[in-house]
Nanobody, 123 residues
Framework: VQLVESGGGLVQAGNSLTVSCKSS????????FGWFRQAPGKEREFVAS????????NYAPSVEGRFAISRDNAQHTVYLQMNSLKSDDTAVYYC?????????????????WGQGTQVTVSS
């Protein structure tokens, strides 16, 4: 199983960025996905998740209304669109897969993780 994140980079506050997570080795259509992030000196925290069907999406309060998670089953890819970025959003963003399909907010629920992609928001 591989999860490969891409799309991170340096962006100015107030702008947008979309990060992607390409999956292989999983039955993608039945897997839930989550995005987590870890800032320097802080613990990894939940950002967003969506179920295997994509019908249910969950967001951390800090990103609700600014971020959007989506999936493309044909491309085996999950996206996190980030709008109105703030300096507090600076972190390494990780994609994670939950083979039960439920996609809750606890990192313990996820079976596979990507290596992460750095997002830096300059103020």
């Amino acid at each position: 199983v591989q999860l490969v994140e891409s799309g991170g980079g340096l962006v100015q506050a107030g702008n947008s960025l979309t990060v992607s997570c390409k999956s292989s080795g999983l039955t993608f259509e039945y897997v839930a996905f989550g995005w987590f992030r870890q800032a320097p000196g802080k613990e990894r925290e939940f950002v967003a998740s969506l179920t295997w069907s994509g019908d249910t999406k969950n967001y951390a309060p800090s990103v609700e209304g600014r971020f959007a998670i989506s999936r493309d089953n044909a491309q085996h890819t999950v996206y996190l669109q980030m709008n109105s970025l703030k300096s507090d959003d600076t972190a390494v963003y990780y994609c994670a897969a939950d083979v039960t399909g439920t996609g809750w907010s606890s990192a313990r629920d996820y079976n596979f993780w990507g290596q992460g992609t750095q997002v830096t928001v300059s103020s």
